[in-house]
């Protein structure tokens, strides 16, 4: 088999919705990926505008329990290395929600995925816990951005800004 | 290998609501999971600023 086809076939097909991709898996569950705006303050320059991924599934029967999906996570992953490819150089931000207590467990779920990227990426972490909220968020950089520290430097500066110590 | 750092943790901490990129974040998520799971379009999310697909 040609390993273009081979490539392609590892993947979901992707049809491009509103601020993202949607795709359907196996066994018909519906995958929505989406990129948002977002913005960082820093402390001594202008904000850093970049961008925040999430992904979304509707799944055809919620109450069978779900096997893991390496398709799915490949495609995803397809989907996070295109947007590095063609965004000249940016960054990317996601968060992990822990409304249902399963954020730690999400959150090295998608480390893993992350991994996958390979080398030439890093990530950075931060947890925030308050009385009313609970998230692990992540911040995607390509190690060669020129802008990498600015971006990690900003990045930590906003979750403390917005979220001060008492 | 990606190279990752070990995750900054900020507990017990005040919250700036208004104007905060993360709390509009949040509510973006769960109003877009919410429509997903309702089986209702995206694009009817009209106060929810997207970023085209590259």
């Known amino acids: 088999m040609p390993l273009q086809i081979f490539v392609l076939s590892s993947l979901y097909s992707l049809s491009p919705s509103k601020g993202g991709y949607i795709f359907t898996n196996t066994a018909g569950d ?3 990926t ?18 925040s991924f999430g992904f979304e599934c509707k799944r055809v029967n919620p109450d069978k329990r779900q096997v893991y999906d390496d ?31 399963k954020a730690r467990h999400r959150n090295i779920i998608f480390g893993k995925w992350f991994k996958e990227l390979g080398q030439g990426y890093e990530r950075h972490k931060s947890k ?36 001060p110590q008492e | 290998m990606m190279q990752t750092s070990k995750p900054r943790k900020v507990k017990n901490r005040q919250v700036q609501s208004e104007g905060n990129p993360f709390i509009k974040l949040i509510e973006d998520k769960i109003k877009i999971s919410e429509a997903v799971q309702e089986g209702k379009p995206i694009n009817a999310l009209t ?8």
């Open chain 1, 30 to 32: 519906g995958y929505y």
């Open chain 1, 71 to 101: 398709k799915a996570k490949r495609t995803i992953v397809h989907i996070i290395k295109n947007y590095f490819d063609k965004s000249n150089g940016n960054a990317l931000l996601y968060i992990c929600l822990n409304s249902d207590g």
């Open chain 2, 47 to 54: 106060d929810i600023r997207f970023v085209k697909p590259v």
């Open chain 1, 128 to 163: 925030v816990e308050t009385e009313n909220l609970d998230f692990f968020s992540s911040i995607l950089v390509k190690v060669d951005n020129p802008k990498k520290k600015s971006i990690i430097n900003a990045f930590h500066f906003t979750i403390d800004y917005w979220f």
């Open chain 1, 34 to 51: 989406y990129f948002t705006p977002f913005t960082l303050q820093a402390k001594d320059t202008a904000p850093i505008e970049t961008v």
